[in-house]
C-alpha cells in the first residue's frame, strides 16, 4: 500500500457504518474459543461442518420490525445502534443470546457466494469502514455489571480492523485481555496511533498530541510488551500497529505461562472470529513445497523455497510453536507432553527476527542451523508455511494434530474459503505409476488421503504441502503451480498484509464497531 492510499484513507470524513454482521462460524456456535480445543473439537461435527458450509450474510435495504437494517457503504442514522445478524438487528443483549441458540442450518451461504457478495462492495465503501472509527464517549455495563471504560471499546473496535480483527460479536470479556494489558492513557494512545503504517517517535507524538520522546517512550514499552511492533531502519527506530494474530497473541508468548494469561488473550475474540479468518479471501500462512525437488515443474516459485528464504536473510531466529504452547496450557496440561513433534519450529527472519530476538522470545540461529530446524520438520512430516507476505516474515511448521490453523481446518472440514487462495501449487498424481503402498496415507499430516481399493483418494483437507509426494516411492505425486492469474496476490509485508485482510473483511461485512451510546432501548 502506498503513501497516496494511506492518505486517502486518513482523509475520509467520520461517517456512521453498520455492515453486515452474522457470520457467527462454526467456532462460535460452539463457543469454541471459550472452551478447551478438545472440548471445541469433540463438539465440532455436524454444526462445524454445517456452518463451514455458509452462515447468514447477506443483508436487505428494508425495514425489520420497524428497524432499518442498511447495506455496507451506506450511512446510517446516528440515533440508532444496531448488529444485523441472523436476518435482522440484534441489541448487544440479545447477540448474547443468539450466539447459543442460532440455527446454523438455516440461511446458510456457501464460501463462494461470500466472496461474490464481497466484490460488490468498492474499495471505497471498504476504505470508508476500514478508516473511519466511530468516537466512543460512552461506557458499557455489561450484564453482569462489569464497567467497561469508552477507551477500551474504541481499542477494541481498532483491532476489528488490523488483518484478521477479533470478530465482532460481543460478550462479557469481550475486554478483559484489554483492560489488563493497556492502561487507559495507553489505550487512548494506541487508537490515535496512525494504521496501517510504520511511524516513527515523532510521528506517534504528531498523532497523540505528545512530544517525540515522550511518545516515543511510550511507544519503546509498549513494543517490549509485545504490544506494537518495533523495527530498525537506517539508524531509526519504527512502530506498528499489531493485529490480534499475528501480532499480539505471539509476541507474547513469553507469559504464556502465566496464570489465566491465554484464556484472557483468547477470550477478547467474538465467536465469529474462527469463522472469519478462515473466510477472509487471503489465509494468515501459506504452504509452501516440503521440498523443491517434489515440484514438477521446472523451477519452484519466488518465495516458495525455505531454502531460499533462509539464503536472503542475515537475521534469523528461532522460537517455540505458539500452538503446541497455548494449546497444553489451556487444557491444563504441558507443552511437552501434548504431542511428540518438535516444539522449537517457527522460525523469525529479518526485522521480526530482530524483534523476536530483542524482546526475547526467541533465540538467535545461524543459516545452517534454521536449515537444519526445517529439515527436521519436514523430516516429522510437517506442513511448512509461511507467513502471507513477499517478506515472509516468519516460517511455521505446521500438522494436523497440534497446530491452531490446521485443527480449525479440519473441525470445519475442510468448507472454507481459504482453501481456495491456500496454496498457489496443485497436487497430481500419476494413477498408472502409483503401487497404492499407502505411504501417502500414512504420512499425511491432514489426515486426508484415504486407501480405497482403487489405490489412495484425496479428502477435500489437502493444503498440498507435498509430503505426500516425499515418501512417495514411484515419485507419483507431483506439486504443479497454478497459472498465475489463479495465485493469490503477496502483501510486501505484515503491515501490508494486515491492510489487505482489513479491506477485504469490511467488504465482507466483518467490521462491525460496538459503540454503547447507540444500544437500542
Given at each position: 500500500m502506498d503513501e497516496t492510499t494511506l492518505e486517502q484513507?486518513?482523509?475520509?470524513?467520520?461517517?456512521?457504518?453498520?455492515?453486515?454482521?452474522?457470520?457467527?462460524?462454526?467456532?462460535?456456535?460452539?463457543?469454541?474459543?471459550?472452551?478447551t480445543p478438545q472440548e471445541a473439537a469433540e463438539n465440532s461435527t455436524d454444526a462445524a461442518s454445517d456452518a463451514a458450509e455458509g452462515a447468514w450474510h447477506g443483508v436487505?435495504?428494508?425495514?425489520?420490525?420497524?428497524?432499518?437494517?442498511?447495506?455496507?457503504?451506506?450511512?446510517?442514522?446516528?440515533?440508532?445502534?444496531?448488529?444485523?445478524?441472523?436476518?435482522?438487528?440484534?441489541?448487544?443483549?440479545?447477540?448474547?443470546?443468539?450466539?447459543d441458540s442460532y440455527d446454523w442450518r438455516t440461511n446458510r451461504l456457501t464460501a463462494s457466494q461470500i466472496a461474490e457478495d464481497a466484490r460488490q462492495t468498492s474499495d471505497e465503501e471498504a476504505k470508508?469502514?476500514?478508516?473511519?472509527?466511530?468516537?466512543?464517549?460512552?461506557?458499557?455495563?455489561?450484564?453482569?455489571?462489569?464497567?467497561?471504560?469508552?477507551?477500551?471499546?474504541?481499542?477494541?473496535?481498532?483491532?476489528?480492523?488490523?488483518?484478521?480483527?477479533?470478530?465482532?460479536?460481543?460478550?462479557?470479556?469481550?475486554?478483559?485481555?484489554?483492560?489488563?494489558?493497556?492502561?487507559?492513557?495507553?489505550?487512548?494512545?494506541?487508537?490515535?496511533?496512525?494504521?496501517?503504517?510504520?511511524f516513527t517517535a515523532e510521528e506517534a507524538g504528531e498523532a497523540t498530541g505528545q512530544s517525540a520522546e515522550e511518545a516515543g517512550a511510550t511507544c519503546?514499552?509498549?513494543?517490549?510488551?509485545?504490544?506494537?511492533?518495533?523495527?530498525?531502519?537506517?539508524?531509526?527506530?519504527?512502530?506498528?500497529?499489531?493485529?490480534?494474530?499475528?501480532?499480539?497473541?505471539?509476541?507474547?508468548?513469553?507469559?504464556?505461562?502465566?496464570?489465566?494469561?491465554?484464556?484472557?488473550?483468547?477470550?477478547?475474540?467474538?465467536?465469529?472470529?474462527?469463522?472469519?479468518?478462515?473466510?477472509?479471501g487471503s489465509p494468515m500462512y501459506f504452504p509452501i513445497p516440503a521440498e523443491a525437488d517434489i515440484v514438477g515443474d521446472t523451477e519452484i516459485l519466488p518465495n516458495h523455497d525455505w531454502n531460499e528464504i533462509v539464503d536472503r536473510y542475515d537475521t534469523l531466529c528461532v522460537a517455540p510453536c505458539q500452538c503446541r504452547t497455548f494449546t497444553p496450557i489451556r487444557n491444563g496440561q504441558k507443552p511437552g507432553d501434548w504431542c511428540d513433534h518438535p516444539m522449537e519450529t517457527c522460525i523469525a527472519t529479518g526485522e521480526?527476527?530482530?524483534?523476536?530476538?530483542?524482546?526475547?522470545?526467541?533465540?538467535?540461529?545461524?543459516?545452517?542451523?534454521?536449515?537444519?530446524?526445517?529439515?527436521?520438520?519436514?523430516?516429522?512430516?510437517?506442513?511448512?508455511?509461511?507467513?502471507?507476505?513477499?517478506?515472509?516474515?516468519?516460517?511455521?511448521?505446521?500438522?494436523?494434530?497440534?497446530?491452531?490453523?490446521?485443527?480449525?481446518?479440519?473441525?470445519?472440514?475442510?468448507?472454507?474459503?481459504?482453501?481456495?487462495f491456500l496454496s498457489h501449487y496443485e497436487l497430481q498424481v500419476d494413477h498408472d505409476t502409483c503401487i497404492a503402498c499407502g505411504s501417502c496415507a500414512a504420512r499425511c499430516p491432514l489426515f486426508t488421503i484415504e486407501m480405497t481399493d482403487a489405490g489412495p483418494e484425496i479428502g477435500n483437507l489437502c493444503v498440498r504441502c507435498g509430503q505426500c509426494a516425499t515418501v512417495c516411492p514411484t515419485g507419483s505425486r507431483k506439486l504443479f503451480a497454478l497459472p498465475e492469474e489463479d495465485r493469490f496476490p503477496l502483501p510486501k509485508d505484515m503491515v501490508d498484509d494486515y491492510y489487505q485482510k482489513g479491506l477485504e473483511r469490511a467488504k465482507r461485512g466483518y467490521i462491525n464497531d460496538f459503540d454503547p451510546a447507540k444500544l437500542q432501548a
Open positions: 484513507g486518513k482523509t475520509l470524513s467520520r461517517r456512521g457504518f453498520v455492515t453486515a454482521a452474522g457470520v457467527m462460524g462454526a467456532m462460535g456456535a460452539l463457543g469454541a474459543l471459550g472452551c436487505a435495504d428494508e425495514v425489520t420490525d420497524g428497524i432499518t437494517v442498511n447495506v455496507p457503504g451506506k450511512p446510517v442514522d446516528d440515533g440508532a445502534y444496531h448488529v444485523t445478524f441472523n436476518g435482522g438487528p440484534l441489541t448487544a443483549a440479545e447477540q448474547h443470546a443468539a450466539v470508508n469502514i476500514l478508516f473511519n472509527e466511530p468516537e466512543i464517549t460512552q461506557d458499557y455495563v455489561t450484564e453482569s455489571g462489569k464497567v467497561i471504560p469508552a477507551v477500551y471499546i474504541a481499542l477494541r473496535n481498532r483491532l476489528l480492523r488490523v488483518g484478521q480483527g477479533v470478530g465482532s460479536e460481543i460478550h462479557e470479556n469481550a475486554w478483559d485481555f484489554l483492560m489488563q494489558e493497556f492502561t487507559e492513557d495507553e489505550a487512548a494512545f494506541y487508537i490515535k496511533l496512525p494504521n496501517f503504517a510504520y519503546e514499552d509498549l513494543s517490549y510488551r509485545g504490544l506494537l511492533n518495533r523495527v530498525h531502519r537506517a539508524g531509526t527506530k519504527y512502530y506498528h500497529v499489531l493485529a490480534f494474530a499475528h501480532g499480539m497473541l505471539e509476541f507474547m508468548m513469553n507469559r504464556y505461562d502465566e496464570d489465566g494469561f491465554c484464556d484472557s488473550v483468547f477470550g477478547m475474540c467474538g465467536a465469529d472470529y474462527g469463522y472469519q479468518s478462515r473466510n477472509q521480526q527476527a530482530q524483534y523476536y530476538i530483542e524482546n526475547g522470545i526467541g533465540r538467535q540461529i545461524d543459516k545452517d542451523e534454521c536449515r537444519a530446524i526445517l529439515q527436521r520438520g519436514v523430516d516429522a512430516g510437517m506442513v511448512i508455511e509461511v507467513m502471507c507476505t513477499a517478506e515472509c516474515d516468519v516460517i511455521c511448521q505446521c500438522h494436523g494434530d497440534c497446530c491452531a490453523i490446521m485443527r480449525g481446518f479440519i473441525s470445519l472440514d475442510g468448507d472454507v474459503e481459504n482453501y481456495r
